[in-house]
């Protein structure tokens, strides 16, 4: 069906135990969305042929590394593209073992919907709800349970059902604001893309149809105004046209909201008000833009402003601080007990840190925080956190992008945990206290 | 369907409309501004690698952007095969002419003439750009370099980070990457490690061209079809050129092509093709059947693995 619609980017990440078919299903995404192309289908052809497969496995579209393809398991997070005539999708096919959540994490970071796979036969397991803990935590706005194998139980809803009951009651535990489910074969195709005549009591949409139609990201007109300085554009001599020797505008992406010409706006942490003089872009002036474009903004008066400042809507700012509260997902193989001082990277401001205590670890199984003194590689913990400089965090649950940081080490630079403020799985609002055990 | 779901269905896709969502290829743009900027803000001495193809075009162009009003503030380099097709260094020129941007340009020629590298019997110099191009990042130590990969193009690059770290040898160590999260992006590295940054990792090649259309950006005039004599090689069509002439079974046709992508010209394959404006070549890409390297480069077809070997030991 041919439509007026501008199209849309949908980023999706993939979840789900290891075997439960992901590989298999985005290889049938993208085939049966005719976005695999010849040579790539010949290649894949060819490699099954030479392991004596029957039929080309379409995993190996996704299994990119020479490990992965020798060892049949996914090792990294592999980025796929494909479209439809009203929609782009990038999908994070994460792997599934327990020692890779921190890749879940990464792939969660990012996503609109998580498309979550669970095998038919064996149910809602550990790392079902532990997934559906990370897409919780994460805020991941939507998650869809692709639920698979389904030809491997004779297509038969009462099994659809019992697993698609026992998914509702985990989300409702959980908060997950939006999870649906699909009975799949991603062997066969089933529900994929078309619907499937084996299973004529599922009167739904395919998964396909779900994901061309999940409304993309929040809504901006529904969000307060936040923008991260990213650098100062003062070209003075430098300039490409002599108007704008004078020129200094504020550059950066728009982190949710909407601004416009006249807004009145807070600079962080300094807590200096003024209002927005003009809103910049290579191709011209715009009277408002909104999240997520990149833009420069002018503002009325010459305040002090640099790399790290956040401008928000003066009607709504965040609190500067130096104490945070904050859920973190452990990322490094060397435990945090190693690392009390570290780097800080919240929005465009790196601070050092101290860990000043660990307050618990989560459970992902009771979803309850119990008592810990460390963490270790894929844990997700509790912490209370010390910084050098005030920074203008606000609770993840409320905010994706003020609320988000990562701990990094300064000696090394490698990245140690990623770290949302307050307590996402506790909603909106910053319930620091209900974290206390 | 019943009638209630009917009305839903309406009143949620009239709510849909009234939602404001940007148009992806303006969210691709903002994401890319934005890891340009990052990069100019929290590195020394960023470089990006400009060869006149159609990815670092772009690059350039949202370059140029994403610093406007003021200049790009890094330098371009040109890790030069010597196989060029002219018309392309041709564009080179003219394109950092035009931008005010100073190129660095390292010579494989140079290593050649002076016995560091050897030609290879099958003559491809595509993978002897990794040593000039590792030299060149130790000289002027560029500590962050923007290469123009993206994701769909292959599959080691489908698992390529958009700051990919490097140590002094240029190594990728696939299996070592940092997690990348939201938007955060970690550039720490240390003395003699640099990073390489991906600007257009999320695009697809369709959505360069759709990108090139709106914007009217100017390309070397091969990647619009025109006429060749070109001749069959391994399923490929090759131009006759100075690095790359027919053996004696293969025989020259003149026929219409149109390039892909653009590099070695000795192993670069031409596509026939009747697109000669970008509009053409946007509807040809929409519903082509091949890869743009599956339909343009010998040396990604050596092994199942050819380009995450070449990248572990340096390469783009
Ligand atoms: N019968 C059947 N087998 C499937 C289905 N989906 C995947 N498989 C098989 O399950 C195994 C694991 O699949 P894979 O995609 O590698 O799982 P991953 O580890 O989650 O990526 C493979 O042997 C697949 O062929 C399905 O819908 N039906
Ligand atoms: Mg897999």
């Known amino acids: ?437 | 369907m019943t009638t209630t779901e009917t009305v839903e269905k309406a009143e949620a896709a009239e709510q849909a409309e009234s939602r404001l969502t940007l148009d992806y290829l303006d969210t691709l743009e903002s994401e890319s501004i934005h890891i340009f900027r990052e990069v100019a803000a929290e590195f020394e001495r960023p470089v990006l690698m400009f060869s006149g193809g159609k990815d670092s075009v772009v690059m350039l162009h949202l370059a140029a952007k994403a610093f406007w009003p003021g200049p790009v503030p890094f330098p371009l380099l040109h890790v030069d095969t010597g196989h060029n097709f002219p018309e392309v260094l041709a564009y080179r020129d003219r394109a950092v002419a035009e931008k005010g941007v100073r190129l660095e340009v390292a010579k494989v020629q140079d290593y050649i003439d002076d016995g560091r590298l050897f030609d290879r019997t099958d003559g491809t110099r595509n993978p002897l750009q990794t040593q000039p191009l590792l030299d060149a990042i130790a000289e002027h130590r560029f500590d962050a370099v923007f290469g123009g990969g993206r994701r769909d193009e292959e599959k080691a690059r489908a698992k390529e980070r958009i700051f990919s770290l490097r140590d002094e040898f240029g190594a990728w160590d696939p299996r070592n990457q940092r997690p990348e999260l939201w938007n955060l992006y970690n550039g720490r590295h240390r003395p003699g490690e640099h990073v390489r940054v991906f600007p257009v990792s999320n695009w697809t090649e369709l959505d360069i061209w759709r990108y090139i259309a709106r914007e009217g950006i100017d390309l070397p005039e091969l990647y619009y079809a025109h006429q060749r004599e070109v001749f069959e090689r391994e399923g490929m069509l090759l131009a006759v050129g100075p690095v790359s002439q027919p053996r004696a079974t293969e025989t020259v046709v003149t026929k219409q092509v149109r390039y892909r992508t653009v590099g070695d010209m000795s192993c670069t394959g031409a596509v026939e093709s009747d697109a000669v404006t970008v509009e053409d070549v946007v509807v040809e890409v929409a519903a082509t059947r091949l890869t743009e390297r599956g339909a343009t480069r010998a040396d990604d077809r050596i092994s199942e693995a050819a380009m995450e070997d070449r990248k572990k030991e340096g390469y783009f």
């Open chain 1, 1 to 437: 069906m041919p439509t007026t619609h501008q199209p849309t980017l949908l980023r999706l990440a993939t979840a789900g135990s290891v075997d439960d078919g992901k590989s298999t299903l985005v290889g049938r995404l993208l085939h049966d969305s005719k976005s695999v192309l010849a040579d790539q289908l010949d290649a894949v052809e060819r490699v099954s042929r030479d392991r004596g497969l029957a039929h080309a496995d379409l995993a190996l579209l996704t299994d990119g590394l020479r490990a992965e393809r020798e060892q049949g398991i996914t090792i990294d997070v592999a980025y796929r593209y494909f479209a439809t005539a009203d929609r782009s999708f990038i999908l994070a096919d994460c792997p599934g073992h327990v020692q890779y959540t921190r890749n879940t994490v990464t792939g969660a970071s990012t996503a609109d919907a998580v498309v979550l796979l669970v095998d038919a036969r064996k149910g809602v397991l550990e790392q079902t709800r532990r997934h559906l803990a990370v897409a919780a935590l994460l805020r991941v706005p939507h998650v869809v349970v692709a639920v698979n194998k389904i030809d491997l139980v004779n297509f038969d809803e009462g099994v659809y059902r019992k697993v698609a009951a026992d998914l509702a009651s985990v989300a409702s535990d959980l908060g997950l604001p939006d999870l649906r489910t699909v009975p799949v074969s991603a062997l066969e195709g089933d529900n994929v893309v078309d619907h499937s005549s084996r299973t004529d009591w599922y009167a739904g949409p395919s998964l396909l149809e779900i994901l061309e139609d999940l409304p993309v990201a929040d809504d901006p007109s529904h969000e307060e105004f936040r923008f991260p300085v990213q650098l100062t554009l003062r070209p003075q001599e430098a300039a490409r046209d002599a108007a704008h020797r004078e020129y200094r505008g504020y550059a950066g992406q728009i982190a949710s909201g909407v601004v416009r010409v006249g807004d009145e706006v807070v600079v962080l942490p300094s807590g200096r008000r003024t209002t927005i003089a003009g809103i910049d872009t290579a191709d011209g002036e715009l009277a408002e833009a909104f999240a997520p474009r990149s833009v420069s903004l002018r503002l009325t008066d010459d305040i002090d402003v640099a790399r790290g400042d956040l401008i928000a809507a003066a009607s709504s700012a965040p609190e500067p601080t130096r104490d945070l509260v904050a859920t973190v997902c452990w990322l490094s193989d060397v435990p945090l007990s190693r690392h009390t001082r570290v780097l800080l990277k919240h929005t465009t401001r790196t601070t050092r840190a101290i860990i000043s205590a660990v307050d618990g670890v989560l459970d992902l199984d009771t979803v309850q925080i119990v008592p810990a003194e460390d963490l270790g590689l894929n844990d997700i913990g509790r912490l209370r956190i010390r910084t050098a400089e005030p920074i203008a965090a606000e609770p993840y649950a409320r905010h994706r992008r003020t609320g988000a940081f990562l701990l990094i080490d300064g000696q090394s630079g490698q990245t140690l945990a990623a770290g949302m403020v307050g307590d996402p799985l506790a909603g909106e609002g910053d319930h620091a206290d209900e974290w206390d055990i």
